[in-house]
C-alpha cells in the first residue's frame, strides 16, 4: 500500500478538535472538497457507522469506522470508490496531546492502486499530490473550524 500522511499543530485541547471530527455524519461541516453527506447507518457515532461522502467533483465514496477512540481519532475503510483510481484506500486522524492546551493532528491516507504498476506509478506522483493537498486542506479547515491558529501550514512527516 501507498502511505501517506500531513500534520499540523493546532492550538486546541484534543477534546475541542475531537467535537469537531466525532460528528462523524457532518465532515461537510469543515472538509472543503465535501459537498454533503448521507448518514447510511444510525445512532451513535462508532466502530460501524457508515456515511457517503460527496465531492465538489460530483463523484462519492463511502466511509466506514474501523476504529474509533474518543478524543484521539478514527480510522475509516473507504468503498464505492468506482470513479478513483484505487482498489482499496483507508484513512486515519489521530489527535495528540501538546503542552498548552495544543493538539497534534496527523491524517494519514494508506491505498492500493488499480492498473498494475502503471497505477503504482501514478499513485506515488499525481495522487500523492492531489491527497496531499486534500489532506492538508481538511487539516487547515478543521483548525479555523475550532477557532485554533487557521494560518498555520501543515506539514508532510
Excluded at 36 to 41: G, I, P
Excluded at 60 to 77: C, F
Amino acid at each position: 500500500m501507498i502511505h501517506h500522511e500531513k500534520y499540523l499543530d493546532i492550538n486546541a485541547r484534543p477534546e475541542d478538535i475531537w467535537a469537531v471530527l466525532g460528528r462523524f455524519m457532518h465532515i461537510d461541516e469543515f472538509a472543503p472538497q465535501v459537498t454533503s453527506v448521507d448518514a447510511l447507518t444510525s445512532g451513535a457515532d462508532g466502530v460501524g457507522s457508515k456515511r457517503r461522502c460527496h465531492f465538489e467533483n460530483r463523484t462519492s465514496l463511502v466511509e466506514e469506522v474501523t476504529s474509533w477512540d474518543a478524543n484521539q481519532g478514527y480510522s475509516v475503510r473507504l468503498s464505492d470508490m468506482a470513479a478513483m483510481p484505487m482498489h482499496e484506500a483507508n484513512a486515519t486522524v489521530a489527535i495528540s496531546p501538546l503542552a498548552d492546551n495544543r493538539s497534534h493532528v496527523t491524517w494519514s491516507m494508506d491505498y492500493r492502486m488499480k492498473y498494475g504498476p502503471f497505477g503504482w506509478l501514478m499513485g506515488q506522483t499525481l495522487l500523492k499530490m492531489m491527497m496531499g493537498r486534500v489532506l492538508a486542506e481538511n487539516l487547515s479547515a478543521l483548525a479555523a473550524k475550532v477557532q485554533s491558529n487557521p494560518d498555520a501550514q501543515p506539514r508532510t512527516a
